[in-house]
């Protein structure tokens, strides 16, 4: 080979660690320098067999096994009935594979292999550190209790929580297996401890879940049958250490202080309250809607889903929403009893709604506003989407005007005409950090990063007349019986002055031990509600808003696949054919069935199916038989043990997640399964060099 063919090849190698380095540093936290790391890796070791005619490509013994998943993403994609789609995710995944084979290149020898894994967990860890600093700050301002989430800081929670699963189920594979002094196993578990808070601060239980399964492998294939009983007491103690409480408080707030008058626990989760005259109604989530009077269930009504909100229409007609968005009317009888007379539903997703002007006003997020005005005509409701938009979150309407407020943080001001939307007359993007959590008579009370700000309509726009920054934290806002309450994420309670003023003037100030859910006010006494549930236990609970919509996706999943069942749709987006499939009640819209194995029958058919299936059971082999390989050989058997245990983790989040098609998990899947490959291919040049 000529010299200057030596010199670019060198250079070429060179290039190629640097790219392997910066895909190693990102895996956690950036998928654009992760895959720009990746396929320019790729691209340099394809140029460079053509320089030198040299094979970089080990055989795995998944060949034929990846070969008749690809058959049948193909066979899929010819038959699907969106081909172009189809195809265009195929090559997604296809042009992915070659990750295994890129990094058992990469790795070079035992030593660079090792390296690489130090530098995969150092950076992971690293993530971590900023992941748990952002994390405090929901901690202390009780972010976690309102939006049943960690921070969206590097990816989305689900995929960090996944991602961070897997170094956990590593660093405890080191921490079992491997031989280390006190000191390296000290350090070793400080850093296991702070992977384990950074997945907790997620607060995600898949990939809770899939550690959970990750590390019980681990014990399991390492044969250290004496730590099950330390992890399934850990497990058993952190399912029942968090309790479920669902608390009605009752005070008396007539001299400005909170003056307790009555409180009991339900048997359900008191979302809301309704107090009417000498009894208060609670739409107690799967415990139905009851009617308590001095402490005592009067009546309950099971209207066939969990009851999220209560309210009354006019005369003697309620409504009570549902979980599952359906409306339900009911009526009060002679006996003071509640009849259902009808259910009722909007075409779309409903995200928001309130009853003014004797109408109930509904948005949904993906089809506009939906208006009945007469309970005793409900086919005669009104349709608005022009100018509506989507993605709308909540509506406030009163005699003058109509308010939109979207995800996008986007606020849309109709005047109305005989109570129905009539023109647009004002739009205005805000923050993505804001939130608009009150309207009446004009005035909008907006939280921005300094607090919460009045806003007046005036014309054609919207004015700040005032700001209160000494409301701190503040998510809703509550008006009942011309009373307006405040809470914040610091618990407190702030009663303001109604009307305003052009001025957010606090009238009384208080402080709750846990965050309200709902907030009623009837002569003089303050009805609170208190909802917390474990988050651990919430796995198997059905009635989880996000458990509810899954089982939606699995049972219209199942319908596509019973239509479609020999080679599938195609790897397609789900969204419009799980439209078609869904039950009229069923909002929530998602492209993917949020479970793997139901996702595969019906995107790829029994075919491909089992195609997939036939592929994992051969990686979960190949992982199995590596760390038999490797058994004893130091830190290269403790990094197979976890890759194994690794795999488990992704195969069991996959019971809830799409994380087969997740393309960061993925990635991370295809390196964990080359760098096991890799200490076991150069642990065999080791052999042959000592023998030598």
């Known amino acids: 080979m000529p010299l200057q063919n030596y010199k670019m090849i060198s250079i070429i190698d060179k290039l190629i660690y640097f790219f392997s380095i910066l895909f190693l ?30 094979n970089p490509f080990y055989k795995t013994g998944l060949e034929y096994a990846f070969l008749f998943y690809i058959v049948a993403e193909i066979l899929s994609t010819i038959f699907s009935i969106d081909p172009a789609h189809s195809f265009r995710n195929f090559m997604k995944r296809f042009f992915l594979i070659p990750i295994i084979y890129t990094f058992v290149y990469s790795a070079k020898d035992f030593k660079s292999t090792k390296r690489f894994v130090l530098v995969y967990l150092g950076a992971a860890l690293a993530t971590m550190f900023v992941y748990l600093g952002l994390s405090y700050n929901y901690f202390i301002n009780n ?4 939006y049943e989430s960690g921070p969206s800081t590097f990816q989305y929670p689900i995929t960090s929580s996944e991602l961070m699963s897997f170094s956990l ?9 491997e031989k280390m002094t006190i000191k390296y196993r000290l350090i070793v578990f400080v850093l296991f401890a702070v992977n384990l808070m950074a997945l907790l601060a997620t607060y995600k239980r898949t990939g809770w879940m899939g550690a959970a399964a990750g590390i019980l492998f681990v014990i399991v294939l390492g044969r250290k049958w004496i730590l099950l009983i330390p992890v399934m007491l850990l497990l058993i103690t952190s399912a029942f ?21 009555d409180e009991f626990k339900t048997g359900g989760r008191a979302y809301s309250i309704l107090p009417e005259d000498s009894v208060f109604y609670v739409s107690d989530f799967e415990n139905g809607l009851i009617k308590i009077k001095n402490s005592n269930v009067l009546d309950k009504y099971n209207l066939g889903s969990p009851v999220v909100d209560f309210k009354k229409w006019k005369d003697n007609f309620y409504v009570a929403n549902l979980i599952d968005t359906r409306f339900v009317l009911m009526h009060k009888n002679a006996n003071n009893k509640l009849d259902r007379v009808d259910e009722f539903i909007t075409p779309g997703f409903t995200r928001g709604w309130c009853i003014a002007n004797g109408f109930i006003y509904v948005i949904d997020s993906d089809s506009g506003m939906t208006i009945f005005r007469n309970p005793l005509n409900l086919k005669g409701r009104i349709r608005i989407t022009k100018g509506v938009g989507v993605d709308n979150e909540k509506i406030f309407v009163d005699s003058a005007f109509a308010i939109l407020f979207s995800k996008s943080k986007e606020l849309k001001v109709f005047s109305l005409k005989n109570s129905l939307p009539d023109k647009l007359i004002v739009t205005k993007k805000f923050s993505d950090r804001s939130d608009l959590i009150f309207y009446k008579d004009s005035k909008l009370i907006i939280v921005e990063d300094n607090g919460p700000k009045l806003y007046s309509i005036e014309s054609d726009k919207i004015i700040v007349t005032d700001v209160n920054k ?39 100030f208080f402080n ?19 909802v917390k549930r474990s988050r651990l236990l919430s796995s198997v609970d059905l009635y989880v808003p996000s458990n509810f919509a899954r089982l939606a996706l699995w049972r219209a999943g199942w319908l596509i696949f019973k239509d479609h069942p020999i080679v599938g749709v195609g790897d397609i987006d789900l969204a419009d054919l799980y439209k078609q499939y869904k039950r009229t009640f069923d909002k929530e819209i998602q492209g993917h069935l949020h479970n793997n194995y139901i996702h595969l029958l019906v995107t790829l058919g029994i075919l491909g199916f089992i195609a997939v ?20 050989e130091p830190f290269a058997a403790s990094y197979a043990l976890g890759a ?36 076991v291919k150069y642990r065999k040049g080791k052999i042959v060099e000592a023998k030598d």
Request: proline share 1%; net charge neutral; glycine share 4%.
């Open 470 to 508: 000494n409301i701190a934290g503040a998510y809703s806002a509550i008006e009942s019986d011309n009373r307006l309450f405040i809470t914040t994420t610091k618990k407190d309670l702030v009663e303001l002055e109604l009307p305003f003023k052009n001025k957010l003037i606090v009238k009384s």
């Open 143 to 146: 972010f976690y209790q309102l």
């Open 169 to 177: 189920v590593f660093l405890f594979a080191f921490l079992m297996n």
């Open 512 to 530: 709750l031990d846990f965050m309200p859910k709902s907030i009623a006010y009837d002569n003089g006494n303050l009805f609170v509600t208190e």
């Open 644 to 679: 194994a245990g690794s795999f488990a983790a992704f195969l069991v989040s996959g019971l809830t997640e799409w994380n087969f098609g997740d393309h960061e998990i993925i990635t991370m899947v295809w390196f964990m399964l080359a760098l096991s490959i890799a200490f």
């Open 613 to 632: 299936i036939f592929l994992l059971l051969k990686i979960f082999i190949v992982h199995i038989k590596n760390y038999s390989a490797l058994k004893g």
């Open 241 to 261: 250490i968090e309790k479920n409480i669902s608390a009605v408080h009752i005070y008396d707030i007539s001299s400005h202080t909170l003056v307790t008058k």
């Open 25 to 54: 540093c990102t895996l956690t936290n950036s998928i654009f320098l992760n895959q720009t790391g990746y396929y320019l890796s790729l691209i340099l070791i394809v140029f460079r067999f053509y320089l030198t005619r040299d």
